[in-house]
Nanobody
Framework: EVQLVESGGGLVQAGGSLRLSCAASGFTFDDYAIGWFRQAPGKEREGVSCISSNDGSTYYANSVKGRFTISRDNAKNTVYLQMNSLKPEDTAVYYC??????????WGQGTQVTVSS
């Protein structure tokens, strides 16, 4: 059974930090790029960051560049999203997803991140 399980969300004050984890199972993790997405109430889902399967190249949305860092540990089948200098506008449900081609094949259930001002 394919699973992506996010953890690490919570309530934090503005300027604080959180580290999200995305633990994968049921597929060949090393072959998949992993992305982080978020969706705030009343807003569309947006891509936050992603990391490739092979050379570890990364992408960040402009809104998080310089504050968030994505990394992966293939030995643990886990991807992390270190989030620093959090802002109230970062409040959202954060999802991880896995893809081997052009579209994301597997999605997690999400973890809530709330940043208070």
């Amino acid at each position: 059974e394919v699973q992506l399980v996010e953890s690490g969300g919570g309530l934090v004050q503005a300027g604080g930090s959180l580290r999200l984890s995305c633990a994968a199972s049921g597929f060949t993790f090393d072959d998949y790029a992993i992305g982080w997405f978020r969706q705030a109430p009343g807003k569309e889902r947006e891509g936050v960051s992603c990391i490739s399967s092979n050379d570890g190249s990364t992408y960040y949305a402009n809104s998080v560049k310089g504050r968030f860092t994505i990394s992966r540990d293939n030995a643990k089948n886990t991807v992390y999203l270190q989030m620093n200098s959090l802002k109230p506008e970062d409040t959202a449900v954060y999802y991880c997803a896995a893809k081997i081609g052009g579209s994301y094949d597997y999605w997690g259930q999400g973890t809530q991140v709330t940043v208070s001002s």
